[in-house]
């Protein structure tokens, strides 16, 4: 009897430290701190570590503590995003096809360079992404791609391609890249240590998404067939689903049209979009076709486990996506690893693509209109914070957040 009490005391306990947790998760965040952010040049993105938010103001580089958003140091001239950092140093581009390394504890300069094959210009705003590899800089801009030494800032290769998207992904020694034009899309495969590209697949100018070791993307002139490609190999299969005989979002039938491409851990889904709205079709992966390339990838893919979609890839959207809102008939679906989640949300402001943000298992935040609203596990909101500008990036940081936006840094805390 006293051991049954024992354990009913401690059901008890567990319950209330759970409904207290829910209950603090959908209580409506505190704002802790914001800081105003210039409009000229236009608004770097921010990037976090342990303790410190950097940005650029000015064209000057800026640490911030996280805790409170005070000014811990202040360095270079003509600075402009992107930036990164990585293992206590920050990388960022410059005026003249510069890249400059810096201390992120200190502040201080490590090392410049001026990168060469394309001619230069004037403006310091001319990189699209930087990402480090391998301790190899990967830059990329309208003209090319760059690959830097992390540790010295010498220039190891580059290759002029116009308008390349990335990196995607990298698994290995490869990084995935995309490249879309009104007259050829592609994605290829480059060795990141030589810049040497090891493999190209013909594919649609649609977004990509990526899983753990693969790409998926949109076959050129078709509306029911997806490539999965292996980004290691540039190995690829064609899969065939008739999305018209998915399981739609609304209760009429749509006819499948050429549209976006959404793949979670157990399905594929399209956008098609009518006269009148939007529809999300869905089918089991497992149901699909195979029409051409390797059917051992298919099984690799799939497995026992959901596979790990991480992002959809499009330059257009805020930094650290990891899933998609998408409006549909009935309302705004979530699409991310473990699935497809119906809200209670309205409808995004246009047809344009909505991220949302993972805090935890049991609250996502998503960025509409002007507001940020937090989002439970069953789709319903749960509360909803004004914020001043477009929102860029979402970042939890210890229980918190940081929203960066067009025009503002917002901590928000529900402590």
Not at 136 to 156: K, N, P
Not at 309 to 338: D, E, I, K, S
Not at 349 to 358: D, G, M
């Amino acid at each position: 009897m006293m051991r049954r009490t024992a354990r009913l005391a401690l059901l008890r306990g567990v319950a209330a430290i759970l409904m207290s947790f829910t209950g603090a998760l959908a209580a409506k965040p505190n704002t802790l701190w914001t800081l105003p952010r210039s409009a000229t040049p236009a608004p770097s993105v921010v990037v976090t570590d342990a303790t410190r938010v950097y940005l650029v103001e000015g064209h000057h580089l800026q640490a911030r503590r996280l805790l409170d958003g005070e000014l811990i140091w202040q360095a270079g001239t003509e600075l402009d995003s992107p930036l990164v950092v990585e293992r206590g140093v920050v990388y960022i581009t410059g005026r003249g096809r510069q890249i400059h390394a810096f201390d992120a504890v200190s502040g201080r300069k490590l090392w410049s360079t001026a990168l060469t094959g394309v001619p230069e210009q004037a403006h310091a705003s001319w990189a699209d992404t930087l990402s480090l590899e391998d301790n190899v800089l990967l830059v990329s801009s309208t003209r090319g791609i760059w690959g830097v030494d992390a540790r010295t800032g010498r220039q190891r290769w580059f290759r002029e391609l116009l308008d390349a998207r990335g990196p995607l992904v990298q698994v290995g020694k490869v990084t995935a890249w995309q490249v879309s034009t009104p007259l050829k899309s592609f994605t290829f495969g480059l060795e990141v240590q030589t810049g040497r590209e090891v493999w190209r697949v013909q594919t649609g100018a649609t977004p990509l998404l990526q899983e753990d070791q693969h790409v998926f993307v949109t076959v050129p002139g078709s509306a029911s067939a997806y490539r999965m490609i292996d980004v290691q190999s540039g190995r690829s299969i064609r899969v065939d689903h008739n999305f018209a005989f998915g399981v739609p979002s609304g209760r009429q039938e749509a006819r499948a049209a050429a549209g976006e491409l959404f793949v979670t851990g157990t399905k594929v889904c399209v956008r098609v979009t009518t006269a009148e709205n939007d529809r999300l079709n869905c089918v089991d992966r497992q149901r699909g076709q195979i029409t051409g390339g390797d059917p051992g990838l298919l099984e690799q893919a799939l497995g026992e486990q959901p596979v790990k979609v991480r992002r959809l890839l499009n330059a257009g959207l805020p930094a650290g996506c990891v899933g998609t809102a998408v409006n549909t008939a009935t309302g705004v679906a979530l699409v991310g690893p473990a699935g497809v989640t119906e809200t209670q949300l309205p409808h995004l402001p246009s047809r344009a693509f909505a991220c949302f943000f993972p805090v935890n298992k049991a609250l996502k935040v998503v960025p509409v209109g002007g507001q940020l609203t937090g989002v439970d596990e069953k789709g319903r909101r749960v509360w909803t914070v004004d914020v001043q500008g477009r929102v860029q990036q979402i970042i939890p940081w210890h229980g918190r957040l940081l929203a960066a936006t067009s025009t503002e840094l917002r901590m928000l805390s529900w402590q």
